[in-house]
């Protein structure tokens, strides 16, 4: 273990896109990065499968404060679809339940059916997931055989690309909204051809801007560490404020910083018409987060403890 990983935690503010490697959970990937740079806290901003691999936002310090801004975000992935063959969890990780191999597919079939899962949906979550039924998660349940009604929920699929078909499998290109399950989404796709089928790949290759050529995998943040110790890991982390790059920019005076931590609500002198805004300080550090009033009034919603920049 190298001195690095010996610091104690530290305050810090940032963002780093984790390209996860399958087999890993988010949680895993989430503990080895908060590991690796010392921090004193950190979060991830959404959930991947362990057999899915992309781009995993962990958010690090007092950057935790916006995470549900980017769990919130639109997101797109690639998916991989086996067909004639079901399992329990929807993906290669589960068990087989059922083989179809009595069915007709062609790429012709397969992007008709697509056009109906694209637009608004109500999509029911799978057994397998992290949501929770009665404090418990539904995963644990599913694993020990039982199922339990779960609520639909509405989700937009903004669109889906067919990129490759074989004779017995299909690659699509899905770009959707917070809360959508991909391996539910081809379950009703493999589904709707008649004879079901299961994530085999999934990639997720944007998220809210972010794309893999600002990602780092868990090996090349350990390189770094290695070679370049905590300064060098510091250059990898993204700007805070980067997470909102159309919310309206407020600068306030230092008197406002005050009164913004204290709760209090302060008025400035910008011509906005009502929206969240982003509250930066007289030497452009980033504040966090407010809402705006029609009439100026600037309430806090998310300020950090320290001014970061």
Known sequence: MTKEFNEKSRDIAGIVIVDKSTGQSSNCVLQQVKRIFCASKAGHTGSLDPLATGLLPICLGEATKISSYLLGADKRYYVTCQLGVITDSGDSDGKIIKINYNYKFNETNLLSVLTKFIGNLNQVPPMYSALKHQGQPLYRLARRGIRVRRKSRKITIYNITLLECTADMFTLDVICSKGTYIRTLIEDISNDLGCG???????????????????????????????????????????????????????????????????????VQHEFERANVCLFDQYKRFLGLGKMSESGFVAPKRIFSLPIG
């Open 197 to 267: 089928g299961h994530v085999i790949m999934l990639r997720r290759v944007e998220i809210n801007g972010y794309s893999a050529k600002q990602s780092l995998s868990i090996e090349q943040l350990y390189l770094i560490a290695q070679r370049y110790g905590i300064a060098g890991l510091d250059i990898c982390l993204l700007s805070v404020e980067d997470v909102l790059p159309d919310w309206p920019k407020i600068d306030v005076s230092d008197d406002m910083v005050e009164s913004l931590r204290f709760g209090q609500i302060v008025q």
